[in-house]
Structure formats: C-alpha cells, structure tokens
C-alpha cells in the first residue's frame, strides 16, 4: 500500500506539513524494502527510523497544543503514544515472526492511520485551534 502524497493532506503549518510528508515517504521506502529482496534487517531499519519521526512529530504536536491550551491535548497526546505503541509492536513482530502475511495486513493498517491522521484527524483541529488563537473572532 503506497501513499501518494496530495496536497489535500497538508494542514496548513509548513512543519507539520513537511512532517507529515516525511512519515509518509519513510512508511512508503518501508513498503518498497518489503517488496524488494533486501532481506529482513533493512525494514526493520526503515520501522525504526518510522517510530522516531512519529515520536518527533508527536512530541511537536503536543507543544503547540500545550503551549496554545488546546483542550483536547490529553486525548491527541494518548493517539500519538497508542499509535507508536502500535509501530513499536509491529517491528518486534517483524523482528520475531517476519511473516510477510502479517507484516502486509498490519502495515496497511498503519498506513490507513497516517492518512486518517493527517486528512481527517485531530491535526486539522489543532490547526483550526491554532488559527482561531491568533485571529480570534470579535
């Protein structure tokens, strides 16, 4: 399941966006790796490197939220750590079991939820949140 990136994905804050393209790249080099006959230590490599963007990017995230008093910032900060916990669990099953068949069904799961994330999710209500603070309706 390659991503293709659309600009109906961006949010409107260039490093959020730029961070979004990015998971979406590293998690679409991951699906290439997987298809390719660079064996088994190279996507776990690429999961690896996933799960720190998406930290970094949860971590920023979650600044502005704390720092703008978004009131939804406890729940966006407990999607982050479910979804790295989710990464997390996906490269020690890779790692222990490197069944293909597992590996696909779960990895198009993680790819429907950094769409979800990014188009649909709580960014964009942070977004929103943070134009609302810095035009704040008279």
Partial sequence: MIIAWSEAFDVGIPEI???????IETFNRL??????DEGQVLPLVIMNELTGKVKVHAE???KLMRSSGHPEA???AEEHRSFIRDIEDLSQRML??????????????LGQR???HTVAGTDRDLVAHLKARRHPRS
């Fill in 17 to 23: 966006d730029n961070q979004h393209r990015d998971l």
């Fill in 31 to 36: 699906i290439d790796t997987l298809h390719s």
């Fill in 60 to 62: 920023y995230e979650e």
């Fill in 74 to 76: 406890d729940a966006h």
């Fill in 96 to 109: 222990t079991t490197g069944k293909p068949d597992l590996q696909q069904g779960s990895l198009k799961i």
């Fill in 114 to 116: 950094l769409v979800d």
